[in-house]
């Protein structure tokens, strides 16, 4: 393997023993299965099945279920530099993972936080036991499809995926376009808005049900062969008349929408993946240079000028992205104040944009041989690519709120 140094530091940054045990735990896995493994599930672009086998070996599939539930009870930002270590050897592999760790993470110490009456309470702690049962003792996976191909995944408009109550559940009818997971989730955490019956859809409606992969109206359709991020799987999954039970909701009625508005760093969540290869890239250049890449001749080039200023500018780039982000993770909380969720968008925006800039200039500097796929450096250039699209928080969308937040106070305007 190329590295295996801890891409933060446990003494430099101070991580906890939990953090330092995960954060080894998923470098361990990465370095010794994933790594190897991210071949084929690329080419092939298939889910990786193993890597999530071996998740549930090690109890990581319930990194965030609180403790009391059998997991390992992981905060935001644990779970978030554990997964960034997953990421640096296989991004698709940590990109899925945090769609099913969100179902834990944002109904566990998530909801802790928010608001709720004492009967929302009590049918939350009990629904939420169930869900984690499936899987702490059974392994199940949960998905989290969110896209629609709309404005709804950018929290611009409720979503057209609709449910509507009935006696003993709901009915769930509508679409979810590039949903990872799909057909290997044994669960799909689907946001949806609840039919009013005047049949207004409004955010506030927002429900979050589990739709089991079985259940009848659930279907996978579409093709899948993108650019990167291959074994996301991210098929379209199509909801027709979708029977689901009331103990499926993972969050009670209408608490989805105040998580959304009261914490959201929860919407950080796809930035390990990127982290990690944005490290990846670093790693794979050092190696390349120093002659060290396995399957390769141990042939030197780290003597020539050009390829030290490159591998500096590299190093000046990933030491800025993981700061920033190191920081942004642990100011993860409930009411952020206006800088800190800035703070956010500006780090999800650099993690995105500098982990492909980063694959880039590796690609460049190594040159050759290096950009053969049957070298690692192709897949994270591909995948890194991926990482400014991803709703609801895109470089874009990043940049606008950012742009909007210093000039504007809240109900501030030109009128």
Not at 57 to 76: E, K, N, Q
Request: hydrophobic share 40%.
């Amino acid at each position: 393997m190329i590295s295996d140094a801890p891409m933060f530091d446990p003494d430099t940054f101070g991580l906890t023993p939990q953090q330092r045990e995960l954060t080894g735990l998923c470098r361990e896995l990465g370095r010794t299965r994933f790594h190897e493994r991210a071949f084929r599930y690329d080419r092939e672009a298939i889910f990786p099945t193993e890597n999530y086998l071996d998740m549930h070996a090690h109890g990581l599939l319930g990194i965030c279920v609180p403790r009391p539930y059998g997991g390992l009870g992981a905060d935001y930002p644990t779970y978030m530099l554990a997964a960034a270590e997953i990421g640096r050897y296989c991004g698709a592999t940590a990109l899925t993972f945090n769609m099913h760790v969100c179902s834990c993470l944002w109904t566990g110490a998530l909801a802790d936080d928010l608001d709720m009456t004492p009967e929302q309470r009590e049918e939350h702690e009990r629904r939420r036991a169930i869900h984690y049962a499936r899987i702490v003792r059974e392994g199940k996976i949960y998905a989290q499809p969110f896209s629609e191909g709309g404005p709804a995944a950018a929290g611009a408009a409720a979503f057209q995926t609709t449910a509507r109550k009935v006696e003993g559940g709901w009915i769930v009818n509508g679409r979810k376009i590039f949903a990872s997971l799909a057909g290997h989730a044994d669960y799909y955490g689907v946001l949806c808005t609840e039919v009013k019956e005047n049949g207004e859809l409004r955010r506030r409606d927002t429900l979050y049900l589990a739709l089991p992969k079985d259940a009848p109206g659930v279907r996978v359709v579409g093709d899948w062969d993108p650019l990167g991020m291959r074994a996301t799987v991210s098929r379209n999954l199509l909801f027709e008349d979708v029977f689901v039970s009331d103990d499926e909701q993972l969050m009670p009625q209408g608490v989805y929408y105040q998580a959304a508005t009261r914490w959201p760093h929860m919407f950080m969540t796809l930035t390990p993946a990127y982290m990690g290869l944005a490290q990846a890239a670093y790693d794979f250049t050092v190696a390349y240079l120093r002659g060290e890449v396995p399957g390769m001749p141990p042939v030197k080039r780290r003597m020539y000028p050009t390829k030290q200023l490159a591998v500096a500018q590299m190093r000046v780039m990933l030491e800025q992205t993981k700061a920033l982000w190191f920081r942004a993770i642990h100011e993860a909380r409930i009411d952020p104040t206006k800088e800190q969720v800035m703070r956010a968008w500006a780090a999800q925006y650099t993690v995105m944009e500098n982990a492909n800039e980063l694959a880039q200039l590796a690609i460049r500097t190594c040159g050759g041989q290096a950009m053969l796929e049957s070298f690692h450096l192709a897949r994270i250039y591909r995948d890194s690519r991926c990482g400014s699209l991803m709703l609801p928080w895109t470089a874009e969308l990043c940049l606008d709120r950012l742009g909007k937040a210093a000039l504007y106070e809240e109900g501030e305007s030109d009128d």
